[in-house]
């Protein structure tokens, strides 16, 4: 597609509830990233990967988040066991190539707002 | 619970006159710095970027600067339009630091007609 999808754009949920939200880059693209932002602040650093490896996992903040690309395209974040504080709206990002090789440039999706009730 | 962070720091400018956001990174290895721009309910739109190596680089109405000393940037918007209203945030990387990048808190600008 022209940009980064992100589904849902919305997502209600109850605590202890298992969410699963979904990334789709631009074609192409095969540095991924995640990106999770509270209200008020700026994007916080998740995951990153570069083709179907999740080169960087550092900022995952607990065990109970997970992602995966298997083919290298489509990624999803897997959230278990929900928790109020995991809400705020979560950020996909692609780029052609990752950060670290160059001035690159994130394109990011318009990010899925979750809500733990 | 604490609500650091609910407050952006707010600029107001009135439409044709010039903008001027700062922002203190953290980390003097930091190598690489963009500046994006989020509207209401979109995600980060690439505005600039700009390597350590260099203190200025100008774009279309958009010049960001960096002064590695004192570890502040700053994005000059020229003729401020009501199109520019929306938070800007400066982002950094760190040099041998991988893929991140790191957010700061952002600057929410206003253009008043």
């Known amino acids: 597609g022209a940009g980064v999808s992100q589904t849902p754009s919305n997502k209600v949920t109850e605590k202890g509830k298992y969410v699963e939200l979904r990334c789709d880059p631009i074609s192409g693209h095969t540095a991924l990233y995640w990106y999770r932002q509270s209200l008020g602040q700026g994007p916080e650093f998740l995951i990153y990967?570069?083709?179907?490896?999740?080169?960087?996992d550092s900022g995952l903040p607990n065990d109970r988040f997970f992602a995966v690309r298997p083919e290298g395209s489509v990624s999803t974040l897997k959230i278990q066991r929900t928790e109020r504080g995991d809400s705020a709206v979560y950020l996909c990002?692609?780029?052609?190539?990752?950060?670290?090789?160059?001035?690159?440039?994130?394109?990011f999706g318009a990010g899925s707002r979750l809500t733990v009730l | 619970g604490e609500s650091v962070g609910l407050h952006l720091p707010t600029l107001s400018v009135q439409e044709g006159d010039n903008s001027i956001i700062n922002c203190a990174y953290s980390?003097?290895?930091?190598?690489?710095f963009i500046w994006y721009k989020q509207e209401s309910g979109k995600g980060p739109q690439f505005i600039i970027d700009i390597r350590s190596n260099m203190d200025k680089r100008q774009g279309q109405r958009v010049t960001v600067l960096l002064n590695k000393t004192v570890k502040h940037l700053s994005l000059q918007i020229a003729a401020t339009q009501p199109g520019d209203s929306a938070v800007y945030f400066c982002a950094e990387r760190a040099a041998g630091g991988g893929n991140k990048l790191t957010f700061g808190t952002g600057t929410q600008l206003k253009v008043e007609l």
């Open positions: 980390n003097s290895a930091s190598d690489y």
């Open positions: 990002a692609s780029s052609p190539r990752s950060v670290s090789s160059g001035a690159n440039v994130l394109t």
């Open positions: 990967f570069q083709g179907t490896g999740a080169a960087d």
